[in-house]
């Protein structure tokens, strides 16, 4: 029995997965591939993984996924989920958010307001000072000038999504599990954490709260919490077949 772990990787960094995927494909029983959403816009001019998950799917011929998304991110894979339960029925389906953003965030006070009044420039300028402040990889602080276009569009995507979400209803179908990873540096309380995700998805499985400070992308701090979860998922497949 083997499972296909697929991340979505918003970013405009290549890498921004790669310590992830190199410790997961050390299990000979994970396949793990990248859904890079800026080659698609590239492409494309829009952010529909439809085509490329299809493909990830055929080829290791898999029935199980776990999709994996980090941050804002994490919006466009709820609202992808959302769109396509006809070809999520196929499969048994399961999701790692990571530092999501509650749903209460995006309510009367978009924080992602601010950002998306910016010009192009200013947004630059201020993902350049972000990135630096995390020490994000020189290569990609670099390469961010040339980004500029994409980021902007992956900006006012992801804005337009946060106006679908209703506290009041859950925010993705029912898949096999929906796992959770949290930072302690978040600003909102483990206890409100958990009594929102109880309330809002009835298929929550686990959330794990991390500290005390995470960065912006992906780090070996996150690493052992995506195994465990996806070990776990794996056993059990095993034990159901």
Same mark, same amino acid.
């Given at each position: 029995m083997s499972i296909t772990v697929v991340v979505i990787n918003h970013s405009s960094y290549a890498d921004?997965?790669? /310590?992830? %995927?190199?410790?997961?494909?050390l299990e000979?029983?994970?396949?793990? *591939?990248? %859904?890079? +959403?800026? &080659? %698609?816009? &590239? #492409?494309d001019s829009n952010f529909n993984w439809d085509t490329q998950l299809k493909s990830i799917t055929d080829d290791n011929k898999t029935r199980t996924l776990v999709l994996i998304a980090y941050g804002c991110g994490t919006i466009l894979l709820k609202s992808w989920l959302k769109a396509n339960q006809v070809l999520l029925a196929t499969f048994k389906v399961h999701a790692i958010l990571i530092d999501s953003p509650p749903t209460s965030s995006w309510q009367n006070n978009n924080p992602l307001e601010k950002l998306v009044k910016?010009?192009?420039a200013t947004y630059k300028d201020e993902v350049l000072k972000t990135l630096t402040t995390q020490s994000a990889e020189k290569d990609w602080i670099?390469? %961010? @000038?040339?980004?500029? =276009?994409? +980021?902007? *569009? +992956? +900006? !006012?995507?992801?804005y337009e999504k946060t106006k679908l979400l209703d506290d009041e209803r859950p925010l993705v179908p029912l898949l096999e599990e929906w796992h959770e990873i949290y930072s302690a540096s978040l600003p909102i309380s483990s206890a409100n954490i958990l009594r929102q995700r109880r309330i809002? !998805?009835? =298929?929550?499985?686990?959330? &794990?709260?991390?500290? /005390? =400070?995470?960065?912006?992308?992906?780090?070996? =701090? !996150?690493? @052992?919490?995506?195994?465990?979860? #996806?070990?776990?998922i794996l056993c059990r497949s095993k034990q159901q077949n």
């Open positions: 921004f997965w790669v /310590p992830c %995927i190199e410790q997961l494909t000979s029983e994970i396949t793990c *591939s990248q %859904i890079d +959403l800026q &080659e %698609i816009w &590239e #492409i910016m010009d192009r670099q390469s %961010i @000038p040339s980004k500029t =276009n994409y +980021l902007k *569009s +992956l +900006l !006012l995507e992801v809002s !998805l009835p =298929n929550w499985q686990s959330l &794990e709260i991390l500290g /005390p =400070n995470m960065s912006i992308f992906p780090t070996s =701090n !996150l690493i @052992p919490s995506i195994h465990r979860i #996806i070990a776990d």
